[in-house]
Every structure is written in C-alpha cells, then in structure tokens.
C-alpha cells in the first residue's frame, strides 16, 4: 500500500544540534508515536514534513508526492495540531472558524459541528476563555473538518489532565477507524502511545533509534533484574541499558542477546513499557 508519509534521509543543521537523516514511513489505517527525549529533535523533524523550516538534505513524499513541489494540495489534506497558540484571543470560536475554513476546499460545516457539540465547545466562546484541553479540542475540530487524510500533532496530549488526555485518545482512535486516516503524534507521555499507537519512531539526539510496529519493538526487548555479582565486563557490554543498586541491577537487553548470555537462568524476566525503552536507551548505563 502506498505510504501516507515517507520522510528519507532528513537532515538538519543548527548551530549546536543536527537531525542526521532521519528515515521513516506510515501507511494509511495506522497511529505512529514520535517519541524522544527533550530536544531529540521530535519537532524540528514535524516542522520540516510541514515546510515550516529549511531542511539541508533528504526528502519528504505525502501522499506519494514531493512536499515541496505539492504543497499547496497536500496542506488541503493534512490536519495540523500544535501546541503553540495561533488563534486570535479576542475572536469567538465561531469568527475564528470563519477565518479557517475557507482555505479548505473541502471543508464540511456538518462535520465542524458533529465535533464541536462532541468536544462540548460553543461557538460562543472566546479564544482566550479556553482552557487548555478545550483549545485542543478546537483546534483537532478543525483540523478534522476539512477531511484531512494526514493528522500531525505535536504533543497533543502535553499538560492536559488524564481524563481529558484519554477523550482525546478515544477520538484519535475513532478517526482511523475508517482505515484511510492516519496520525503522526509526537509526545513525551508514553503511556499514551501503550494505549493507542501502532507504531513508534524514536529518536533520540537527531538520530533514528527504531521505527517499527509497537508490539514488535516490546516483544523484541527484555527487563532482566538479578545480582549484580553476576555482571562482568562482557556482560554489561551486551546491555541496551543499565541502573544498578544496592540490591542488585536491572537492565533493558534485547531478547536475542539474553537468550545467548550466561545470565539467562539466572534473572528474572520483565517485560519492558516503552518508557522503560526510551529511558534505559537515552540513559545508556549509569552506575557502571
Ligand atoms: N531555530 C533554532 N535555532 C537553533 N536551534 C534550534 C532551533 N530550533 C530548535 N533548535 C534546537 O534543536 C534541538 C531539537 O529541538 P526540537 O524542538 O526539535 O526537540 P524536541 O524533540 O521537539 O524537544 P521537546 O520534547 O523538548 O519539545 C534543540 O536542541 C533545540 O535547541
């Protein structure tokens, strides 16, 4: 099947970071997590598949097509969500809309209302008396009413309370129910993504850690927990991740290695979260 998102080889430079070409892929039906750490690079990877930054190599196909070249028709079918402000503070929800909509072709009244009623948002409402689950809402209402194909969103989910952070993942789910959808997400939240994603991009320093199938990347990894006289050099080598303390050490290994290393019968098993994932990767081994 074609890919809804083809990002290959991206690579950005600023003064003191760089995004070294970063590969990935999404199909129509699917949920795709973008995970990192603080400045792995998550939005400055999501700036440059929405052209909002010059990248220095590598390229962008939506849709199929060059996002360059195509990018006025392919906007018409991405929804974007972000979490910086770009609405007018003192304009209704209604003005705001009427401000919005007519840079869709397809833009649907019928489907803005569905989900202004759903979200519980009145048209009457001011930008500035939004609070900050609403504004989300508001802003996935209209990134949603204009039969996007493509829904980004950078950390949607970042300091909104866990009910409405849980609505919210409902209605994500709903919206690729009709298998033609997709939605890039980036967050810190992992659970989030336990919840919801199918497949997760990590990345980590600029670079590409893993994209793969969420259920793939868990089954492939272990948390192994024993004592810590049993660790040797060679041992610890073979370790993704290590955290050692006085009673013992946990460690995230890949499956295959463990399989094959002297401690196997001797740990017990674990089966690892993906925050156990990103943390233990970013922070390598400490204590060692
Ligand atoms: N315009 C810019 N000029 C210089 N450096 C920048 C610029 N924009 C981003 N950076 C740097 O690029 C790095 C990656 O930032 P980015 O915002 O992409 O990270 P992130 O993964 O989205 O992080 P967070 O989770 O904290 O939002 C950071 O070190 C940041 O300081």
Redesign the pocket.
């Known amino acids: 099947m074609e890919n809804i998102l083809e990002v290959k080889n991206l690579c950005k430079s600023?003064?003191?970071?760089s995004?070294k070409g970063i590969n990935f892929s999404l199909e129509p039906g699917y949920i795709m997590g973008f995970i990192?750490?603080?400045?792995?690079?998550?939005?400055?990877?999501?700036?440059a598949i929405m052209n909002l930054?010059k990248t220095d190599a590598g390229q962008i196909e939506i849709f199929g097509k060059d996002h360059l070249k195509y990018e006025k028709e392919i906007k018409e079918k991405i929804g974007f969500v972000y979490d910086e402000n770009y609405f007018y503070e003192e304009l209704t929800l209604k003005e705001m809309k009427k401000i919005i909509a007519p840079f869709y072709k397809n833009w649907s009244e019928t489907i803005f209302e569905k989900y202004m009623k759903q979200f519980n948002l009145s048209l009457k409402l001011k930008v500035k008396e939004l609070s900050k689950g609403m504004k989300m809402k508001y802003s996935l209402a209209l990134a949603l009413s204009h039969d996007a194909d493509l829904i980004i969103m950078?950390?949607p989910t970042s300091g909104l309370d866990p009910i409405v952070r849980s609505e919210l993942l409902d209605i994500l789910y709903e919206v690729i129910q009709d298998e033609r959808k997709s939605i890039l997400f980036?967050t810190?939240i992992t659970k989030d993504l336990d919840k919801i994603a199918d497949y997760i991009t990590f990345?980590n320093d600029?670079k590409l850690v893993f994209s793969q199938a969420k259920d793939e990347i868990i089954e492939s990894y272990q948390i192994i927990k024993g004592d810590t006289s049993a660790l040797t050099e060679n041992i610890i080598n073979h370790f993704v991740g290590l955290k050692q303390h006085s009673f013992g050490f946990e460690a995230l290994v890949k499956k295959e290695i463990i399989k094959k290393s002297p401690l196997k019968d001797s740990v017990i098993y674990e089966i690892p979260t993906l925050e156990d994932i990103m943390v233990y990767t970013v922070r390598g081994k400490i204590n060692v």
Do not use: M, R
């Open positions: 600023y003064d003191e970071f995004l990192g750490p603080n400045g792995a690079g998550k939005s400055t990877t999501i700036k930054i950078d950390e980036s810190h990345i600029g």
